[in-house]
């Protein structure tokens, strides 16, 4: 298995290698890699890729929130999109790597990424159905890459006691800008 961040390589990737089948979590395989590959020409984005034998077979995605989103207000903030392995790959420390690895890019010390974890998108087959396992291992995952979890009063978090919001910290992040996060997470509209 081969691993990729450097993000010349990964578009490389995206446009001459096709996603494993089972990498459909929220679309078709084929359109997932199309839409990821449009994401990487258009918008600063960062992205790892997971290949075997010339398949992409796991990938994560870091990218700017939303313009809806409360997050959009910090400039200095990105979004943990996904991290996706094909089911027949996991249990393998794969989603660990493609943390790992796409956190090589020294560029991304200069933000603070969240991961804003939603029940309604994880693959519960993976814990015969138990979110609370799935949340757990989920977290192990992310503090891997040194992300902590962080309290929040945004809505989708909220709605269920399993969501979860985690953040890494760059290393170039100033406490000041570590406050501004803190309070948008509990900002009142």
Not at 6 to 17: A, G, S
């Amino acid at each position: 298995m081969k691993i990729v961040s450097d993000p010349e390589e990964v578009f490389r990737h995206l446009k001459y290698n096709h996603f494993h089948p089972d990498l459909n979590r929220f679309r078709e395989a084929h359109h997932q890699q199309q839409t990821l590959t449009q994401v990487m020409e258009t918008e600063q984005a960062f992205m790892a890729l997971a290949i075997v034998d010339s398949q992409i077979i796991g990938y994560t995605i870091i990218l700017s929130p939303e313009e809806e989103e409360r997050w959009i207000k910090l400039d200095f903030l990105k979004v943990l999109g996904v991290i996706e392995v094909a089911p027949t790959f996991r249990n393998r420390s794969i989603a660990k790597k493609l943390l790992h690895s796409i956190f090589t890019q020294q560029e991304l010390e200069h933000y603070i990424i969240i991961s804003l974890e939603y029940c309604w998108h994880w693959d519960l087959k993976l814990t015969n159905g138990d979110p609370y396992l799935y949340r757990n291992m989920l977290r192990k995952v992310l503090e891997s890459a040194r992300f902590v979890e962080y309290k929040t009063n945004d809505p989708d978090i909220k709605a269920s006691e399993v969501n979860f919001l985690m953040a890494r910290i760059g290393k170039a992040i100033t406490s000041e800008q570590v406050s501004q996060f803190i309070r948008l997470a509990k900002y009142n509209k």
